[in-house]
Structure formats: C-alpha cells, structure tokens
C-alpha cells in the first residue's frame, strides 16, 4: 500500500525501503524523524500518514526503577497500558555456572478493557471498551523499544498480560506477533513471546493448528469448576477440563511447555484442596504453573495470600509432581495490577456500588467454596465479545 502510494507520488521504489528502515531500525515515531526522505516527500508523508498511534504517554517508575508501568491515551481517548520490566544479568561466567543474561520484558495489552470480568482483576472490572487495531497493539512495543534504545538496550521479551483477552481478537493478535517476529520489521523470535489467554479453547485450538511458535500461558486460577465459574466467569463456558485438554494437545503438537498463571487469593484458592487438585489436574503434562500473589484491587473484598501459603502451596503442588514458580508481584508502588491505572483513571466507583460488588463477589465465592457450580451462564457482555471474537 505504501508502494502504491509511492509510485503515484512519482517516488524511485527505493524510497519504501528507506521508510521500512527508518521505521523499524530506527524507530521513528513522526515523519519528521525520516531524516534519509527529502523535505518535499517528508511533507507529503506528514498530510498522508501518522507513524504512531499513540497520543499521549504517561509513565510511573517503581521498584527502583525496575518497573516501568506506562498509561497509553490512544486517539479516540481509549486508555490502555503496557508495563516494561528491566532483570539485570545475575551470575558469572563459570564451570556449572549458568548466566542469566540481562533481559528487558514489555507486558502489552490487546484490548482496551475486557468482557471476561475476573472479579479480582482491575481490568475486568473496567469491562470491555474495544479491540486495538494491530498497529496499536505493535506500538506500545514501539515505544518501549525507544525508551530502550535511548540507553543502549534491546527489548528481549514480549507477553500479552496486559489489558484485555488476546484469544478474544486473536486476528490481530497474530498480525502483530508476525510483525514483531518479521526480521526485516521488528526483528523478535516468536519464542520470545508469550500470548496468555483465560482459556478461549477455539482460539487456543486455532494457536495449535497454526503450529505458532509462542509460548501459550492459561489463566487457570482454580482447579476445581466451581471456584473457577466466579474466578475466571469464561469457565461457564469452557471449564477446567476443556482448557486444560486444549492445552495438553497444544504442548503435545508443539512440543512446547504451557505455563500455567495461578493468582493467589487467600482463603479462597489457596487451600491444600486445592493445591491437590492442582497437581493432579496438571501432573505428567508439558507444564509449568506460576503462582503470582495477588495485587490489591480497589473492588474486591480479596487480599493477597500470605507469603508463607504461597510456600506451602508450592511445596504441595511440586510434591505432587508439577514444576511450579513463585513470581515476584511487579509495581505495586505503581499500581500495577493489570488495568489500575486506567482504573484509577476512570476515578473511583461510589461507596455503595464497591459495597454492592464486594458483597456479590463473597456470595458468589462462598457458594463455590461449598462446592456449587454457578447456574448463571455467561453475562451478556461477555456472551457477546466470545461471539464477536470469533470464537463460538
Ligand atoms: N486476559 C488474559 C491476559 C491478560 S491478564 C488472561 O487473563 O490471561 C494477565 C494476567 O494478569 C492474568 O494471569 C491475570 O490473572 C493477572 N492478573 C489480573 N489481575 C491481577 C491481580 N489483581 N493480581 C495479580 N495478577 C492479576
Ligand atoms: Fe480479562 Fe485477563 Fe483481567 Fe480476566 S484477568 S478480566 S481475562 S484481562
């Protein structure tokens, strides 16, 4: 497209590659940084094209400068948000000494809100605005690629765990991972990437037939179907089994790992019930489960397990014969729940609606605690997104 509109501005063919490079290699965000184009061309690019799809950013710094959480504000005044975690190189150079290299993670978002509606999930509660186009989704790597850039570094990791379900816009999804893995675009291995959906089972099967090269993680936050149904409310229409199934062929067909996400919530998924059913759920499968304690959220009555239950937890579900992690919470200081920010942004609920979703959140939560699968089917918003998602 760009060719065509080349040639018709008279322009040599050379002129796209310039473009590409400047873009890509360079990083530009306005035309104006497309130093290698004449100013006449500059200025017909300026009136034809925008390099950017992201207005305005905002960026808080926390855990010492480890954590970068950035609020992007997009045209059409959507707030999403992406969050760039720096790891230093840990270790030396050695017989039997592994060396960490330095890496540089960006946690992007698909969706500027979400339709699934995870009751401890700043995101969730937000509910669902739109998908992002694709150029939208690749430029919040843009700009973390720039930010980086500018201090020498290289982005290393990309994982979809920010705003919104990608399984839920998965054509756009795919589009972006293509760009970002292209060599002659931005330049990433697929491997680098990691897609995580709350268990989309046609999306994932598609991931599978596709034979994509990214690692799969699954929200799965409970074992047991009745928790699950108010955990993660897409279980009413795919439980446990069918995610879990979908994954276990993923790993088969792929030969590659599914990491399993477990938010740790205490005392409501964080009992050795569920630590066994856990294990014995996952056992023997190409797995791997992070359990990642839960950051505060302004609506739930929840609260984070202990760090001592993380631990317990931990050692039951190893014991029983599946690899688990416990990972560090990013950004608290920042807000950094998934979707916080823009939360915050959205200012807070009334008093007494906080008051009425915590209440809905306990009942909905004890009944599963007593073991009754929830009769509701999907809520209509989400019934919809699934439909519109393409995933039936
Ligand atoms: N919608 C997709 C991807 C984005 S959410 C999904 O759910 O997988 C990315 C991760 O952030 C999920 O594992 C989600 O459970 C987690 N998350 C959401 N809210 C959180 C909170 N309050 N504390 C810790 N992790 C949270
Ligand atoms: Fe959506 Fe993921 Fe948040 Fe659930 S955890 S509401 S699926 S963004």
Redesign the pocket.
Known sequence: MLEDWLTTEGQPAYRARQISDAVWRQNARTVEDLRTLPAPLRARLDESFRLDTIAQDEIQIADGGLTEKILHLLFDGALIESVLMHYPARGFVGPGRAIHRERHTLCIS?QAG?A?G?P?????ELGFGRDLETAEIVDQVRHAARRLAATGSRLTNIV???????LLNLERVLEAVAILSDPRLFALGARHVVV???GVVPGIRRLTALGSQFTL???L?AARDPLRDVL?PLNRRWPVAEVVAAARDHARITGRRVSY?Y?MISGVNDTDIDAAALATLLRGDLAHVNL??????AHTPWAASSPERVAQFAAMVRRGGVGVTVRA?RGQDAGA???QLAADRAGEPPAPAVARRRDEIVRQSEAALRGNRSSDGLPAGLEAAVRTGGAR
């Open positions: 698909s979400c699934v995870c401890f999930c700043a995101t969730g979809f765990m920010g705003m919104g379900e990608p995580s959906t709350s993680a699954v929200s936050h993660v996400e938010v990642i304690p839960m950051n505060p959220v919470n729940a998934c979707g």
